[in-house]
């Protein structure tokens, strides 16, 4: 008779610790869930502002470039000496 009593007291134990335990997982994972969705939206608010500070930047070198009148020259320079070799290249093996 004790010896049953010591099996269902162990069991009952075991059993409500297994209860207890997985209530404990469930909030910890509960609590790490919302810790990650979180930082993931951080993560996002962060970059979207570092992608816009980016855009600004590159703009801005953009306009700078395109505001250098000699260095525009020389670009289309290159690009008018480009069309003749390609053009001559298409006459030399036309001949």
Excluded: C, P, W
């Excluded at 909030?27 to 939206?41: A, P």
């Excluded at 502002?49 to 600004?56: I, N, R, T």
């Excluded at 070198?61 to 000699?70: P, R, T």
């Amino acid at each position: 008779m004790d010896n049953e009593f010591g099996r269902e007291g162990s069991e009952n134990y075991e059993n409500k610790m297994t209860i207890v335990k997985d209530g404990e997982f469930e909030k910890l994972g509960n609590i790490r869930h919302t810790l990650e969705v979180k930082l993931l939206e951080e993560l996002l608010v962060a970059k979207d502002a570092e992608l816009k500070d980016f855009e600004e930047k590159r703009g801005k070198v953009k306009a700078d470039i395109l505001a250098h009148k000699e260095y525009q020259d020389k670009l289309a320079e290159e690009a008018n000496l480009r069309r003749d070799i390609e053009e001559m290249g298409v006459k030399l093996e036309m001949m």
